[in-house]
């Protein structure tokens, strides 16, 4: 019977660690050893269960104290960006001219603007320096799914104008272009990666941008519904759906009242789902269609 590890102290479970720390209370060489722990980088220690992007940046921070700021997709993830999978190496940057830490699992940078925020108690790259730092790394409709986030919510991180003032701040540098491109397309409101993407789909096919979480109402007035994409002109509404839609009955229930309400209004809703952004020619078609009917119409005489 292999022989049970001992348990470590309570303060050194739910986080990173030191060595040095752990030897101050009492925890051996053999022990830190142990196949519970994993070392994010040298000198300190992390049990499995805690392990994670935090507390993996937090180890970092207790390696190296002073003149860092995580950045890029580290940067972004930790102020809650949805991001396309991407490796798992850590991303840091330093002013320059210092010198950019190069250490396995971990990407170094020197950035010549310098401005940071603490986000989970942790130094990061501003939001604006980190959307422009994503354009490295990203195509343009990752990157405009960032801006939108970065834009959106009831308590906005940054504003478009800001993040054009970064890239003006920032002529030559590698991914500007793509920041340039990505800009025009940003919109306050998108409420989801899905809602972003589903946008971009339907302008990179010529049609009209849509409006963002339109409010609908009836004759006196009264709120129906707040549409996540809008063809006012046409009364097309679409809307993104995700998994709960489909796996929550009382969601389920809900949609279909809802779609109920706005087509009593004269709109066709429009339900889209992720399979249909992988295989977008039938929705694009389809939108159009609708768009074209409205407006081929016949008016009514009175």
């Known amino acids: 019977m292999p022989r049970q590890r001992s348990a470590l102290p309570a303060g050194l479970r739910d986080s990173s660690f030191t060595t040095a720390e752990a030897t101050a209370l009492g925890v051996g060489s053999k022990r830190l050893r142990g196949g519970d722990l994993v070392t994010p980088i040298r000198g300190t220690r992390l049990t499995r269960e805690a392990d994670g992007l935090i507390a993996r940046c937090r180890a970092y921070a207790l390696?190296?104290?002073?003149?860092?700021?995580?950045?890029?997709?580290?940067?972004?993830?930790?102020?809650?960006?949805?991001?396309?999978?991407?490796?798992?190496?850590?991303?840091?940057?330093?002013?320059?001219?210092g010198r950019a830490p190069d250490i396995r699992g971990h990407v170094g940078h020197k950035l010549s603007r310098w401005e940071t925020r603490t986000v989970h108690g942790l130094p990061v790259t501003t939001p604006e320096q980190t959307w422009l730092d994503l354009a490295q790394l990203f195509p343009r409709d990752a990157l405009v799914v960032a801006g939108d986030f970065f834009v959106g919510g009831d308590a906005p991180l940054t504003d478009r104008i800001a993040l054009a003032r970064a890239i003006a701040a920032s002529p030559g540098r590698r991914g500007i272009g793509r920041a340039r491109e990505a800009i025009h397309s940003i919109r306050h409101g998108a409420e989801s990666p899905g809602e972003s993407r589903l946008r971009l789909l339907l302008a990179d096919a010529g049609l009209p941008v849509p409006l963002l979480n339109h409010e609908l109402r009836d004759a006196s007035g009264g709120f129906v519904a707040r549409i996540d994409l809008a063809y006012e002109h046409a009364r097309v509404a679409l809307e993104y759906e995700g998994d709960i839609h489909r796996v929550d009955r009382r969601v389920w229930q809900k949609d279909i009242r809802r779609r109920e309400r706005v087509?009593?209004?004269?709109?066709?809703m429009v339900r889209v789902t992720a399979d249909d952004l992988?295989?977008?020619a039938v929705l694009v078609h389809?939108?159009?269609?609708l768009i074209e009917g409205h407006a081929n119409a016949p008016t009514r005489g009175f």
């Open 278 to 280: 992988h295989t977008p």
């Open 263 to 268: 087509e009593d209004l004269g709109w066709r």
């Open 286 to 289: 389809r939108v159009r269609k």
């Open 63 to 97: 390696h190296r104290r002073v003149d860092f700021a995580f950045s890029h997709a580290t940067a972004a993830s930790l102020y809650g960006v949805p991001l396309p999978r991407t490796d798992d190496r850590i991303h840091v940057s330093v002013r320059a001219p």
